[in-house]
């Protein structure tokens, strides 16, 4: 099992920036990749980024790439998201996601680990 607990949630201003961490403990070792997800009020939960503990490439979702930076550190079993440009668009519980999976994807269902969530809002 694998726990995950995420931080740096805020309330900010548009055009700020902000950055989330997620610690994963439990049994990380068995952890392929690490994922941010989001859900805004009366949306479904979308993918925003997802990285390999390897360290290969990252993944984003279109809109959020250039805007936004996922890495991890495996040595302390975390991954961060840096967001940069904040509007009220991206007002959100921000999900951190885990899987011993060999692929690292934009799909909910092939995650097998969550955290709570951290709210993130942007005031205009």
């Known amino acids: 099992q694998v726990h995950l607990i995420e931080s740096g949630g805020r309330r900010v201003q548009s055009g700020d920036s902000l950055t989330l961490s997620c610690e994963a403990s439990g049994r990380t070792a068995t952890l392929y990749a690490m994922a941010w997800f989001r859900q805004a009020p009366s949306k479904e939960r979308e993918f925003v980024a997802a990285?390999?503990?390897?360290?290969?490439?990252?993944y984003y979702a279109r809109s959020m790439k250039g805007r936004f930076t996922i890495s991890r550190d495996k040595a302390k079993n975390t991954a961060s998201l840096e967001m940069g440009s904040l509007e009220p668009e991206d007002t959100a519980v921000y999900y951190c996601?885990?899987?011993?999976?060999?692929?690292?994807?934009?799909?909910?269902?092939?995650?097998?680990?969550w955290g709570r969530g951290t709210q993130v809002t942007v005031s205009s």
């Open positions: 990285i390999t503990m390897r360290g290969g490439a990252p």
């Open positions: 996601a885990a899987t011993p999976g060999s692929v690292a994807t934009m799909t909910i269902s092939d995650y097998d680990y």
